[in-house]
C-alpha cells in the first residue's frame, strides 16, 4: 500500500516520484549479486547495454561477462525470429526468454552475463537480477556450494542438487535462488542466479499510476464559463 503522504504530495505536485523503501535496504544488500543492488536506478549502472525502450515492460540492461563477447557489439532486444537478430558479429541477450546469441547463431549453453530487469516507471529500477554461469552441481559441499553459503549464509530451501532459495523475512515474494541445470529447454545447461522483489515492481506500478492520474487531472482543457 502507498503512504498517504506520498499520494496527497504526488496530487499536489503532478509528476513520478520514486519510492523508498528503508525497510529492504538490508535484504537489498544480502541479496547483492555481481556487485549490484536490487533497487538501483538502472540510469546509474556501469558498462551495461540496455534495450532502447527505459520504461518498457522488462525494461532490461545486460553485460556480458564471458570471454567470448570481448571485443564484440552487445545487444539487448526482444527476439521473435530470426531476422530480429542484430546482424554482424556480436553477443545478443533476448529480454523475452532470456536466450542468448552470439553472431547470430542462438548458444545452446547461455553465455555468462548478468541482466538487470527495471520496473515499467519513468525511473526504472532493479527487481530482477539474472546471472548466468557454466552448469555446476549445487550442494553444499560443492564449490559452488560453498562460495554461495558464504556469501548468503544457509538457504531456506533446497533440492540438490538443482535448487537453493534464501527468502527475505517478513516481505514474501521478495527471494534469492539458484538453480543449476533445472531450467528447462534447450538453454538450461547452466547456472542462474536470481534475485526477484515482486512488492518493488507493484508499489513502483502504484506510485506511477497516482502520479499519471495527478497529471491527468492538472492537464484538462480550460473550464467553460459557468
Known amino acids: 500500500m502507498l503512504d498517504a503522504l506520498l499520494i496527497l504530495s504526488l496530487a499536489a505536485a503532478p509528476g513520478f516520484v520514486t519510492g523508498t523503501y528503508p525497510e529492504r535496504a538490508a535484504v537489498w544488500k544480502r541479496f547483492m549479486v555481481k556487485e549490484i543492488e536490487l533497487g538501483t536506478e538502472l540510469s546509474k549502472l556501469k558498462g551495461f547495454t540496455c534495450d532502447a525502450k527505459p520504461g518498457s515492460y522488462r525494461h532490461t540492461c545486460v553485460k556480458f561477462l564471458d570471454d567470448k563477447c570481448k571485443g564484440r557489439p552487445t545487444h539487448v532486444k526482444s527476439i521473435s525470429f530470426a531476422a530480429d537478430v542484430p546482424p554482424g558479429q556480436g553477443c545478443t541477450y533476448d529480454i523475452s526468454t532470456g536466450g542468448m546469441y552470439l553472431d ?32 555446476d552441481v549445487l550442494t553444499p559441499e560443492s564449490n559452488i556450494g560453498k562460495a554461495l553459503i558464504a556469501k548468503y549464509g544457509a538457504p531456506d530451501s533446497s533440492t540438490e542438487p538443482i535448487r537453493m532459495r534464501w527468502n527475505a523475512p517478513g516481505i514474501s515474494d521478495l527471494y534469492l535462488s539458484v538453480e543449476c541445470g533445472g531450467i528447462e529447454g534447450p538453454r538450461g545447461d547452466f547456472c542462474l542466479v536470481q534475485a526477484y522483489d515482486g512488492p518493488l515492481l507493484d508499489s513502483e506500478r502504484s506510485i506511477k499510476q497516482a502520479a499519471d492520474a495527478a497529471r491527468l487531472e492538472k492537464s484538462g482543457p480550460p473550464a467553460p464559463k459557468l
Open 104 to 135: 547470430r547463431k542462438p548458444t545452446t549453453a547461455p553465455l555468462s552475463a548478468i541482466a538487470v530487469v527495471g520496473t515499467d516507471t519513468e525511473v526504472p529500477r532493479a527487481y530482477e537480477l539474472r546471472f548466468t554461469f557454466a552448469k
